[in-house]
Every structure is written in C-alpha cells, then in structure tokens.
C-alpha cells in the first residue's frame, strides 16, 4: 500500500511540476491535457486516474499551497499564547520560507502575462487566512468602527504587496531580510497608531 501512496504522489508531484512549467509559459487556458501529460512523462489515462480536468489539477496544487500559507502563516501563534507585534521574533515568521519553497508559482502568479485570476485567488485565499486570524486571535483588539471584512482586504494587500516587491527584485534578498522587514513593519505601524 505505502508503495502505491509513494507513486501516486510522485506522480502528482510529476504533473504538478509538468502544470507549473507550462504556465510559466501560457495561461491554464490554452495548456491542454495532452502536453501536461508529455511535459510530466504520463499518459493520459494516468492523469485522468487522478483528475476529470485541468483545472482539477490546478485547484488541488493551488491548495496545497494555500495550506502550506495556512501552516507557515500560524508558525509564530506556536510558541505564545498572544502574539504581541511589537516584540514579534523574526526567526518565528514562516511566510517567506513558505513564498521561497513556492517561488516558482509566485512568479507565475505575479507574471504580467497571466490572467488576473491566479492574482485574485491569491489575494481570496491571504483574506480568508487573515480574516480567520483576526476572528480568532484579534477580535477584542479590533475597535468596533472597524470592518473586520476591510481590515483583512487591507491586511492581504499589504503582505501581497510585499511579496511583489520581493517578487520585483527577483527574490534576490534572504529570507531572513524580510522577516526582519515584517516584524520592524509591523511594528512600526502598531506604534503608530
């Protein structure tokens, strides 16, 4: 059994790549099944054992992302109980770590010959993330002026926005540059208020 989970996953893994590789050339759109499945070195039964369509396979890798956004996003609540930005440790922030593991979809995502879509699920699954954040660890700090639905818009552009600067320099500065950066960020705009 433990053999044919091994293969099923690199197999997976194959056609995920194959995905990646294609869309850093042209939108999901124009990718059809049959040069997934020569760029992964599958046949066609064999990606359809896995998935009905195309866009069956790009959902269940851009949530294997969102999940690995998800895991890396809760690193720093691991260690505390509240989590305190103005003393934020930047060896607990994990979102960078998360974006280099994923550079090469990043790239796709912030490619200015992609469809806005990618850019939208993108920002669709950072809102939900903060949005939950927010309900379950900052709720009470919140004032009741504000929108946690605005707050969390907010909060997504402005992680996007630093990702696209990164993105900008071609991920050329360290991880652990922009974990510095966050946590003096962050910082700074929570003495500012």
Not at 77 to 92: E, I, K, M, S
């Amino acid at each position: 059994m433990r053999t044919t989970d091994l293969r099923v996953m690199k197999t997976k893994q194959a056609l995920h790549n194959a995905l990646l590789t294609l869309l850093s050339q042209k939108p999901l759109e124009q990718i059809s099944i049959a040069e997934i499945c020569r760029e992964a070195k599958v046949n066609r039964g064999t990606f359809y054992l896995h998935y009905e369509q195309k866009e069956g396979l790009f959902e269940e890798y851009f949530q294997e992302i969102m999940e690995d956004l998800y895991q890396s996003y809760e690193e720093p609540y691991r260690a505390v109980t509240t989590l305190d930005t103005n003393h934020l440790d930047p060896n607990t922030i994990r979102i960078f770590h998360h974006i280099e593991r994923f550079k090469m979809f990043y790239r796709i995502v912030f490619s200015k010959n992609v469809p806005l879509t990618y850019y939208y699920m993108l920002f669709d699954g950072i809102y939900s993330l903060l949005k939950r954040d927010i309900s379950t660890h900052h709720v009470h700090q919140m004032e009741d002026h504000i929108s946690i639905d605005y707050y969390s818009a907010y909060q997504a552009n402005a992680i996007i926005g630093l990702i696209i600067q990164w993105y900008r320099g071609d991920f050329s500065d360290s991880v652990t540059m922009l974990n510095k950066q966050l946590a003096a960020i962050l910082k700074n705009v929570r003495s500012g208020e």
